[in-house]
């Protein structure tokens, strides 16, 4: 157990279904983090929120959406994804976004898969 | 940005053999971890070694940081040791973990 909760584990979704991720930790942490990891890939880091910054990589397309309510949950918002977008989504958490032992705990991640 | 390679890709080692997994990155670190990825997906934190060396049981991890590289070292291999080693590190101008493409380690009975 590492602090960083993951729903759902597993999850299946139509190209036209619109469907949300959500993590929590329980770490007392103040930034968070959403990773992609596909299939022989490295894990890509695709949002960073913390209570300083929300820190938005361009390259991820406008179907993912983030939310960040308050510094223990974050949730991904789907929508009209492509089957490419199949993967595992993983969401960390780290005391702060910058600077010394800023140790990043992650969830058991959602493997999702685009029909 | 910053570079990092693993080596080797893939490791298949028989119970009870030791193991050097190596991590090169290509520019100033101010965080580097170790993780294990279990056949699950979960990321399990095993290092925080941005410089330095650090033992915990069977595992143990060395970075040089002027030179480079970290090393993570498991001594007498179990079955359970199965799974994808992965080297991260930020950089220190930044905040966000730069991930190498990971270790496939396999042990076998």
């Known amino acids: 157990e590492t602090g960083v909760t993951q729903t759902p584990r597993h999850l299946v979704m139509g190209m036209t279904n619109k469907k949300s991720l959500k993590c929590e930790q329980h770490?007392?942490?103040?930034?968070m983090y959403w990773y992609k990891q596909s299939a022989k890939k490295p894990l890509e880091l695709m949002f960073v929120y913390s209570l300083e910054e929300r820190v938005e990589n361009n390259s991820v397309p406008s179907r993912f959406s983030p939310e960040c309510p308050n510094s223990s949950h974050l949730f991904l918002h789907l929508h009209t994804l492509q089957p490419e977008d199949s993967a595992l989504y993983l969401c960390a958490s780290s005391p702060r976004t910058s600077g010394a032992k800023n140790i990043q705990y992650f969830g058991a991640g959602t493997r999702l898969s685009v029909l | 940005g910053i570079q990092v390679e693993q080596s080797p890709p893939d490791l298949i080692l028989q119970e009870g053999a030791n193991s050097t997994l190596r991590c090169n990155f290509s520019?100033?670190?101010?965080?580097l971890q170790w993780f294990h990825q279990n056949p699950w997906g979960q990321l399990i934190n095993l290092f925080y070694?941005?410089?330095g060396t650090k033992q915990n049981g069977r595992l143990s991890a060395t970075t040089v940081a002027t030179e480079r590289y970290s090393l993570l070292y498991i001594s007498s291999s179990q079955t359970t040791d199965s799974g994808v080693y992965f080297c991260a590190v930020g950089e220190t101008s930044g905040s966000r973990l730069t991930f190498g493409e990971g270790t496939q380690l396999t042990v076998n009975p």
């Open positions: 070694i941005p410089s």
């Open positions: 520019d100033s670190v101010n965080n």
């Open positions: 770490l007392g942490h103040n930034a």
